[in-house]
C-alpha cells in the first residue's frame, strides 16, 4: 500500500531524512519511535506535502502512485490523512462548515455527489456516537481555544469522517494526560480496519499500550535503523533508545 | 472627455434650474451660505494636507461631477427586487440618486414618538424641527465634502425619537443609484435624534443598479441623549465604477451606546470619516469596519474619536481585505481631553493581504492628555498563514477555497457583529463571492 524506499529530505541546508525505507501494507499498524530531532515529524510532513521539506532522492509510492507528485489535498484525496501533532486554530472558520467543506472536496475529487446538509449532519452524528463524543465542538471555530485534548480528538474525529486509507498519527499522544490519551486511543481503535492502515509517530511506548502496533521501527538521525514487533517497543521503554545507537554505532 | 478636466468643484456647486431646498429659510440661507464659502476657500486639498496625505482627489475632480437634479420616478418595486432582502423585517426607507422615494418605501406602523420622514417633505412642512438638529452635530466648520454637501442640501432621513421611545424592528435605508447618465453626485443628508432613553436600530445600505460612473456624498449627523441606544449598520456596495464619500458626526450624551458596524465592498474610490465627541460621562462608542479593496479600489477610513470628558469608552476595529492592485488607508485618531480621566480606549486595525500588489497605509494615533487612562493602539498586515492554509489542505480542500475560507474566517468577527440574521448572510454572500473572483497576485 505505501512503499517508501531511499527517502532522503531536507530543510534548508540540513539533511533531515537519510535514506528511509518503509513498507505498510493494508490494515497494519506501524509505530515509528525515535529519539527527539531523529526525523520523525519530517517524516509525517513529507508524506502529507507540507510545505519546506526539498526531497533531494527516494521515492513514496501509495497504491501505486508518486505520493511525492501530488499536491496536499490530492493526496488527502487519495486516501492519506495527518492528525498533526499541533492542529492548527483557525479562528472565525466554523468546525461543521469546515468537516463539510473536506469531506465534500474529497468526494468530488473521487467522482462521488456532495452530501446535503441533511445527510451530512446524520453522518457526523454518527460519527460522534462511534468516538463518544459530543456535539459541543461542532459549533465551535476549528481548534479555536479548545483544549489540547479537544483538539487531539478534533483529529481523530475528522479522521472518522474523512476515512482516509492511511493515517498518519503525528505525536497524538503528546501533551494529553492519560484520560485524555485512553479517549484518543478508544477513537483510534475503532476506526481500526482491514483496509485502513496507520503509522503511529511516537516519542513514548505509552501510547503503544493502547493502540497495539503490528510493526515497530526505530527511527534514528533520518532512518530505520531497527525494526521489530511490538515487544522491540517494551525493550525500548524499559532501556531507551541509548543501547539501540550505540549498537548502530559499532556496526 | 472634451477639453480639460475640471480642477474645482464648481461643477458641484452650480445653482439648481428649481431653486434650492428649502429656500426663505433665513437659518438654512445662512448655513448654505456659509458652508459654500468654506468650500471656495478649502479649494482642492492637496496630499500635503494630513486629511488627504494619502489619497488624491484628482481623479475625483476630473470626472466634473454635477448636483443630480431630475427625481427618477418610473421605477418601480419590481425593478428593485433583486435589491431587497426578504427576510430582513425592517421599516423600509428607499432613497433614489439621493431623494427620498415614497412609492418604493415602505415604512409600517412607527411607535407613538417616533418620526420617519424625508428632509425635503419636513423642511417644508416643519423647519423648525430641523432648525436645530441641521449641521448640529458636524458644526458649523466642517470638512470639505460635509461642506459640500450642505452647500448643496438637497434631501434625506430624518430620524425622530422622543424620550424613552424605543423601535424593535430597524429602520433600512436603502440608498440606490441607478441610471445616471452623466457623472452626477447625490448628496444625502441624514439626521438621526434620539432623545434621552430612546432605543433604535438603523442599517443604511448604498447600492447600485447597473455599473454607472457616480458619486454619492452623504453626510450623517447623529446625536445620542442621554442613555440612548443606537445600533448601526451601514453597508456599502455602490458600483464599481462610482465615488463614494460618507461623512458621520456622532454626538453622544452621558450613559448612551453607540454600535456602528461599517462593511465597504463596492465603489472605485471610497472615503468614509467617522467623527464622534462625547459630551457626557460613561458613554460607549464601538466603531467596527470591514473593507475589501480590489483592482481599481481605494477604500480610504478615517477615524476621529473624541474623549472631551472622562469615564467613556471607545473602541475602534477595522479589518481589511486587500487583493489585486487594491488599496486601503487607516487613519484613526483617538483624543484623550486633560480632563477625560478613566477614558478606556482601544483601536485596532488589522489587514489580510492576498497579494504582493495591493498597499496599505494604515496610521492608528492615540493623543492622550490625561494620566489616569486605560488606551491602547495596534496595527497589523500580514498574509495568509502557511500553516493554515496546509492544513485545510491536507483535508482534501483546494488551495483556493482553502484561502477563501481563511478570508471568511478573518472577516467573521466582523460580519457577525452586524444587528441582523439576515443582513450578515447577505454580508456573508456578498464577501464569499467577492473573494472567489478575486485575483491573488
Known sequence: MLSVKGLRAKVGENEILTGLDLEVGPGEIHAIMGPNGSGKSTFSHVLSGREGYEVTAGSVTFEGQDLLALEPEERAHLGVFLAFQYPVELPGVNNTYFLKAALNSIRKARGESELDAVSFLRLIKEKLKILHLNDSLLKRAVNAGFSGGEKKRNEIFQMALLEPKLAILDETDSGLDIDALRVVADGVNALRNPERSMIVVTHYQRLLDYIEPDRVHVLAKGRIIRSGGKELALELEEKGYGWILEQEQAA | ?441
Not at chain 2, 468614509?272 to 483592482?295: I, K, M, N, P, W
Not at chain 2, 492622550?368 to 500580514?382: E, L
Request: net charge negative; charged share 25%.
Open chain 2, 1 to 441: 472627455m472634451n477639453g480639460a478636466a475640471p480642477t474645482s468643484f464648481d461643477t458641484w456647486l452650480a445653482a439648481r434650474a428649481d431653486g434650492e431646498v428649502g429656500a426663505g429659510l433665513d437659518w438654512l440661507e445662512a448655513q448654505r451660505r456659509s458652508a459654500l464659502d468654506q468650500v471656495r476657500e478649502q479649494g482642492v486639498p492637496g496630499t500635503k494636507q494630513e486629511a488627504w496625505r494619502y489619497t488624491s482627489l484628482k481623479r475625483l475632480i476630473e470626472q466634473g461631477f454635477a448636483r443630480v437634479e431630475d427625481e427618477v420616478t418610473a421605477l418601480q418595486l419590481d425593478d428593485i427586487e433583486e435589491l431587497l432582502i426578504p427576510e430582513l423585517e425592517s421599516h423600509r426607507v428607499v432613497m433614489v440618486n439621493g431623494r427620498y422615494t415614497p412609492s418604493l418605501s415602505a415604512l409600517g406602523d412607527l411607535p407613538r414618538g417616533v418620526r420617519v420622514t424625508g428632509l425635503r417633505a419636513l423642511l417644508a412642512s416643519d423647519p423648525d424641527a430641523l432648525r436645530e438638529r441641521l449641521n448640529g452635530v458636524a458644526g458649523e466648520s466642517q470638512p470639505l465634502f460635509a461642506a459640500l454637501n450642505t452647500a448643496g442640501l438637497d434631501d434625506g432621513l430624518v430620524v425622530l425619537l422622543d424620550r424613552g421611545a424605543i423601535l424593535e424592528r430597524p429602520i433600512e435605508l436603502i440608498h440606490l443609484s441607478v441610471g445616471m447618465d452623466e457623472p452626477r453626485v447625490a448628496q444625502p443628508r441624514h439626521v438621526v435624534s434620539l432623545a434621552d432613553g430612546a432605543q433604535a436600530t438603523l442599517i443604511e445600505r448604498y447600492v447600485s443598479l447597473g455599473e454607472s460612473l457616480y458619486c454619492t456624498n452623504s453626510v450623517l449627523e447623529l446625536s445620542l441623549g442621554r442613555d440612548a441606544v443606537l445600533k448601526h449598520d451601514r453597508i456599502q456596495i455602490e458600483s464599481p465604477n462610482a465615488f463614494h464619500i460618507t461623512g458621520l458626526y456622532l454626538s453622544q450624551d452621558a450613559n448612551s451606546r453607540y454600535v456602528g458596524v461599517n462593511i465597504g465592498l463596492g465603489g472605485a474610490w471610497a472615503r468614509t470619516d467617522l467623527v464622534t465627541r462625547f459630551s457626557g460621562e460613561h458613554a460607549e462608542c464601538d466603531l467596527q469596519g470591514l473593507y475589501l479593496a480590489g483592482d481599481r479600489q481605494l477604500m480610504d477610513y478615517h477615524i476621529d474619536v473624541d474623549h472631551a470628558v472622562p469615564a467613556c469608552s471607545s473602541r475602534e476595529t477595522f479589518k481589511g481585505i486587500l487583493y489585486g492592485k487594491g488599496r486601503a488607508v487607516f487613519d484613526g485618531r483617538v483624543v484623550v481631553a486633560k480632563d477625560a480621566q478613566k477614558t478606556d480606549a482601544a483601536m485596532s486595525n488589522k489587514n489580510l493581504m492576498l497579494s504582493e500588489n495591493a498597499e496599505v497605509d494604515t496610521k492608528p494615533q492615540l493623543e492622550i492628555n490625561a494620566d489616569d487612562v486605560k488606551c491602547s493602539h495596534g496595527t497589523t498586515v500580514g498574509q495568509i498563514e502557511p500553516e493554515k492554509l496546509f492544513y485545510l489542505r491536507s483535508r482534501g480542500i483546494s488551495a483556493p477555497l482553502a484561502r477563501r475560507m481563511l478570508c471568511m474566517g478573518f472577516a467573521e468577527e466582523i460580519i457577525d457583529a452586524l444587528h441582523s440574521d439576515a443582513l450578515r448572510e447577505a454580508v456573508s454572500e456578498e464577501v464569499g463571492r467577492r473573494l472567489e473572483t478575486a485575483p491573488l497576485t
